[in-house]
């Protein structure tokens, strides 16, 4: 069930408070409940946060990015068995002026490349502080865009973003032919996908491969 914890429109605040910044709406689309609402709490309480909409799925996240088209969308990389990844490439056709923030738990440099290359502005490990982060989101609404240093140096192994995208799908449970329905390909086609992530990685079953690109920061792995 879609879930809009908390909305205050503040559309003149800035003025107000001498127009120090544009006001600037904030979709948070997180399946992490506490997590969500401590930072939908802390948002409303910014001066220039003219609204803060929440979401716990793909689906809801995309109902409510049609619906309200915010300045930012703020979203994890994981949202419970799905790939957050998805809304951020999707966005264009569901909210084209939003600009993407991704949030994870493991900024490793593979999954910094994978959420820029489909659209985001800014990748931020879910530790940042409050300054930080409304640094951050504060530079990506002025059209900036914040750098940090990914955690880990992952080797080069060279996973195409369709690669890594069907070993994530692997890594959250699917079987080939799952994945080959997600993704609209042939079981043909993700089986040959899965063959080249094996060689690439250099393993020989799609358990090994997961562990291995989960240890070189290509997928999360989520226990539940």
Do not use: C, Y
């Not at 409050?130 to 955690?151: H, I, K, N, Q, S």
Request: no cysteine; net charge negative.
């Amino acid at each position: 069930m879609e879930s809009v914890v908390t909305r205050e429109d503040r559309s003149g605040s800035s003025a107000a408070d001498g127009g120090a910044a544009a006001p600037f709406s904030v979709a948070l689309i997180d399946d992490h409940p506490v997590f969500t609402g401590a930072l939908a709490s802390v948002l409303t309480g910014q001066p220039d946060v003219s609204a803060v909409w929440t979401a716990a799925g793909l689906d809801e996240g995309r109902r409510l990015l049609r619906r309200e088209q915010p300045d930012l969308a703020v979203v994890d990389v994981r949202l419970d068995r799905d790939d957050g990844l998805t809304l951020v490439r999707e966005l264009p056709g569901l909210s084209p002026s939003t600009r993407a923030v991704v949030l994870t738990a493991h900024p490793q440099p593979a999954i910094v490349r994978r959420a820029r290359s489909l659209g985001a502005v800014a990748v931020l490990p879910k530790g940042t502080g409050l300054p930080e982060l409304m640094d951050a989101l504060r530079a990506v609404v002025a059209g900036e865009t914040p750098e940090f240093e990914a955690t880990a140096d992952a080797d080069e192994h060279s996973l195409t973003w369709r690669e890594t995208e069907v070993l994530q799908l692997l890594a959250d449970g699917r079987d080939p032919q799952q994945v080959a329905r997600l993704l609209g390909l042939s079981t043909h086609t993700v089986r040959d996908h899965i063959r080249s992530v094996r060689e690439k990685l250099g393993v020989q079953t799609v358990l090994a491969a997961v562990v291995e690109g989960s240890r070189l920061g290509v997928v999360e792995v989520h226990v539940r």
